[in-house]
């Protein structure tokens, strides 16, 4: 959630954050919509890391579509499917496509 951002019910809310932390830079966009108990959202990453091994420049783009929905006070039921795609900047080009998914829950006191 964007920060200062308020979640109200049938409300959209946006972000974007940024950083540089090391010789990284990572953009992150969002945005999620709230419908009673559930929230609908889609995400989108892109960071360029400096590489340990050989000193140039990798890249990694992240897709995620994901949605919520509240069973109660405190407790949730979550799930994403997300695409992903990493280049590597060096000579070993050892880039990385995928699809990865995930489904978890929420207890909050």
Known sequence: MADGAEAR??????????Y???KAR????????????????????????????DGKEDELDDVALGAS????????????IGW??????GTLHDDNTGWQAGVGTGINF
């Not at 409300?11 to 974007?16: E, L």
């Not at 992903?84 to 900047?89: E, I, R, T, W």
């Open 26 to 53: 990572v953009y992150d966009l969002g945005v999620t919509y709230n419908i009673d108990a559930i929230t609908v959202g889609l995400d989108w990453s892109h960071g360029d890391y400096n590489d340990f091994n």
């Open 20 to 22: 540089t932390v090391d």
């Open 84 to 89: 992903f795609n990493y280049n590597d900047g």
């Open 69 to 80: 929905y509240a069973l109660g006070p405190g407790v949730s039921l979550a799930a994403f």
């Open 9 to 18: 019910p049938d409300h959209p809310i946006t972000g974007f954050n940024g």
